[in-house]
């Protein structure tokens, strides 16, 4: 009988051996099967989830949209390879070869390789083949290094070729942040902005007419060649003289000489930058500009309505500053603002050299702050200025929000800070105000608006007061009031210029301070409003996305210095422990349960 219960007992073990390795293979197949079908669907069903806040992993919506809609294939080749390539730049190939696997996620038509140009070329190839970038607008950068050999230049070509059908362009993906931080974090922040902005270039058949208007003692083209030259990556930009024509900024033609009867068609621009106007404008050019705006132009206004100046104060010491009369304010009235005839002095400002004695015959500078010269850190969250983080301004006005029409919605864009102090013209400007020590009770108004957005159905100003010489005009279709547009204004025309140096004939960007060889955003927030301006609202998503990091706060670590300390110890041996437990408590659980089980074999054997 004994003899009999342990053959009994091996044969359930074996069993139960048996029964075991078929439960894990089993296990295994279906876990096999599993993984098959999640890749098979995976090939039909695409999704990812970000859980990071500022969504630094995830593709803007018009950039899905345009992907998911593209028509023919792009092809991206992207020239950030080779072996001696370094180590920050291997780094940024791979989030560039990461963001273009996104691409190619939400479209099959987009095809990318990394080539190395370079590679097997003697000195006289690469010197030919770097020529080429040049031309196509990818200049190479000489990183320098030094090793057992002695010093050596590896040139870099700092982006890629976008090619779609016949034609290609350019995408410079390493770029330099204005502010002279790193150009890794930053050219990472830019990178979704500069791959899908030559693949929108090369997808329009036409780009959006934008004009810079002349005739009124505007900046000249050397004052603005700067931001005109990075308009026309998206934009077809000219300058315009309206001198009283009537089709300076419509189409309008002879449709038959014997009849004398016109043909009338739309505007010949999408918007229009007037950028500081120094002289009147008379009825003609205003009657221009108010039809141009009714038929849903776009216009950029950025105004001094005073003569103050800092050219003015090269030559002397100080100036009398006095109201501009540019006689446009009747405009401005019935779009909804006003630009005032004043001077914003703000305790946020930038500094100025300025004469404070002389050695001998030379002459001694000093650096003092200057509060006519602004420091604009104050933004709303609109994306026209939600990546700006510093604007330059000179001589700043403040505006008003006026009228009643329900139809038009107004957006203060950024504003002076909560130190301000408003000087009404005339007056005198002196560099005085700068070595002097402020009376803080002076800088009493908050938040003064520099720039305004207005946008909805404007009303004409010149609506039940068109004047007796107009008359003749009106079968050129006078329209009283606008389809829904969009107008920026600002109080400052002195943020579109750009320094010229003329000694290199070559401009500085827009915003950039000669004195402190600092760059602000200007020329960002220039670019901005042509964009929203344009509608082109997909671009303008995309450079308003912000990758903040994550930042300690000292002050709340050293007042919390033993609790964090406290927990950081406790908490992960309660952690341990609770686990612990938890694993001897199924430990017991599960060895209970099978010496029970054994018993009960025992038991019923011995029986």
Known sequence: MKLFGKKSNTKQYADGSRQFKRNT??????????????????????????????KRHSLSKGTIEMLENLEDRIYVRVYLKGKDQPADYQLFAKQVEQMLQDFRSYSKKVYFEFIDPLEGKTNDEVNGILGEFVKKGLDPIPISREDANGFSTHMVIPGAIVSYRDHE???????????????????????????????????????????????????????????????????????????????????ISVADSASQTLKLGDNRYDVLIVAQPTKP??????????????????????????????????????????PRSLYINDLFFTYGVRINPNLIQDLSCLPIPQQVGMIGDQPQFKFMAFPYSLDVVNFSDHPIVRNIKEIKSDFAGSIDLVGKNANLQK?????????????????????????????????????????????????????????????????????????PTRQIFVADGDIIRNPFD??????????????????????????????Y???????????AKNFKIGA?????????????????????????????????LTRKLKYSRSAKTDTNISSQQRQ
Not at 176 to 200: C, H, K, M, T
Not at 439 to 444: K, S
Not at 533 to 543: F, H, T, V
Not at 555 to 567: E, F, G, P, Q, Y
């Open 25 to 54: 293979l089993l296990g295994l197949l279906v876990a096999i099967l599993v993984v098959l079908a999640v890749n098979i669907l995976s090939s039909f069903l695409f999704f990812r989830i970000d859980l990071t806040k500022d």
């Open 169 to 251: 362009y350019p995408a410079k993906l390493v770029v330099a942040d204005p502010s002279g931080a790193d150009w890794l974090q930053y050219s990472i922040e830019e990178l979704e902005y500069n791959l899908v902005s030559p693949i929108r270039r090369l997808m329009k058949t036409e780009k959006p007419n934008v004009a810079f208007l002349d005739g009124h003692g505007e900046l000249d083209f050397w004052s603005t060649c700067w931001t005109a030259m990075q308009l026309q990556r998206f934009y077809n930009t000219s300058r315009i003289i309206l001198d009283g024509k009537i089709n300076a900024l419509r189409h």
């Open 281 to 322: 404008f008379n009825e003609y050019d205003k009657y221009i500009l108010d039809q141009f705006i009714m038929r849903g132009g776009k216009v950029l206004w950025l105004i001094d309505n005073t003569t103050a100046s800092l050219d003015s104060l090269q030559s002397t010491p100080e100036f009398f500053a006095t």
């Open 411 to 483: 957006t203060v864009l950024m504003t002076s800070s909560e130190r301000s102090k408003l000087v009404p013209t005339p007056s005198i400007v002196t560099l005085k105000v700068g070595i002097a020590k402020p009376n803080i009770q002076e800088f009493a108004f908050r938040n003064l608006p520099m720039a305004v957005l207005v946008e909805g159905e404007f009303e004409s100003a010149f609506k039940g007061i068109l004047p007796v010489e107009f008359d003749t005009l009106k079968e050129l279709d006078y329209r009283a009031k606008s389809v």
């Open 502 to 531: 003329k000694k290199r004939n070559q401009p500085y960007p827009a915003g950039y301070d000669i004195y402190t060889r600092t760059m602000f955003d200007n020329t960002q927030f220039i670019i901005n409003c042509v964009n």
């Open 533 to 543: 301006l344009c509608a082109d609202d997909d671009l303008l998503q995309l450079r």
């Open 552 to 584: 300690l706060a000292p002050d709340k670590i050293r007042s919390r210095k033993t609790l964090l300390a406290t927990l950081n110890i406790v908490i992960p041996l309660l952690l341990i422990s609770i686990l612990g437990v938890v694993l001897i």
